[in-house]
């Protein structure tokens, strides 16, 4: 959920490199399209749709190989709905993010009776990371791309990260960084790479925690909101124990969304203690 976030952030902030980076073409009066296309099996935090010139790109960020509907008819029901309404050229992509052997990250085309759509797919680990590694809008998918030796480079995006001068820019994608990092590496090698003041510049870090947290309660997935409020915890006060742990498994879900807003000023396990005094009932 939070890599759905994420994701979104980085093509609707950046929508240049990224028309650059799939159509490798200069792009031309550029703009995010925000569609009413909510009927299912459309998901609105899984579409990203940039329209450059005559052309709308649509880029479909994918975690895990299987869903429901499966992705190939997800993408032919998206195209025939955008071009009913648009009328013009769409290229669709998909990107798989986590390195798997399921033959769903090879297949690019929907096919039954009569009907043949396709569609491209990039697989990040495939991808050569030099070319995301220079630029600042894809930095954070550098972590997932092709590496004989994953911590190296890891290191070498946060060496890129280091070089970026503004401080909120460079937290934003300091914030991308950890989420999409935490597909393939350990939380704690992340943790140690990452600087915790970094993190701090971001005005991303705090949304990406409630737009969580405000996902789980409307799908009803506690467990995706509880997931994303430990990993933060965590990397904030290091491990919690076992007792709080349960109190935090116990609370319900608007009590967790207030808990994810408040945990970003935490800055030791008594605030947490704290927090908990103060919303007994």
Excluded at 11 to 36: G, M, N, R, S
Excluded at 117 to 136: C, K, S, T
Excluded at 229 to 258: F, N, S, T
Excluded at 274 to 280: L, P, R
């Amino acid at each position: 959920m939070a890599t759905d976030n994420i994701c979104k952030y980085l093509a609707e902030q950046y929508p240049a490199e990224f028309v650059l980076w799939l159509l490798e073409a200069e792009p031309t009066d550029i703009q995010v399209l925000k569609t009413e296309l909510s009927t299912e099996p459309i998901r609105a935090d899984s579409l990203t749709l940039l329209q450059t010139g005559n052309r709308i790109l649509h880029i479909e960020f994918q975690t895990l190989p299987a869903s429901d509907p499966p992705l190939p008819f997800r993408m032919l029901d998206y195209w025939v709905r955008l071009y009913r309404q648009y009328r013009c050229p769409i290229e669709q992509v998909a990107i798989f993010l986590k390195s798997t052997t399921s033959e769903a990250v090879f297949t690019n085309q929907f096919t039954d009776t009569n009907t043949q759509h396709r569609y491209r797919v990039i697989r990040m680990w495939e991808q050569d990371p030099a070319f995301f590694l220079g630029n600042i809008a894809l930095l954070p998918l550098a972590a997932l791309a092709r590496s004989d030796s994953p911590q190296t480079l890891l290191e070498q995006v946060v060496a890129q990260l280091d070089m970026i001068e503004e401080p909120e820019q460079r937290g934003n994608v300091a914030a991308c960084i950890e989420v999409l990092a935490g597909l393939r590496f350990d939380e704690n090698l992340i943790r140690q790479l990452l600087r915790e003041e970094i993190m701090q510049e971001s005005v991303t870090y705090q949304a990406i925690i409630r737009k969580g947290v405000q996902q789980g309660k409307q799908e009803g997935k506690k467990e995706e909101a509880l997931s994303l409020i430990m990993r933060q915890l965590a990397r904030r006060l290091g491990a919690v124990d076992q007792q709080m742990q349960e109190r935090i498994q116990a609370l319900p879900i608007a009590q967790l969304e207030e808990l994810g807003e408040a945990l970003l000023d935490f800055t030791a396990p008594t605030d947490l203690a704290v927090w908990f005094e103060e919303h007994q009932s």
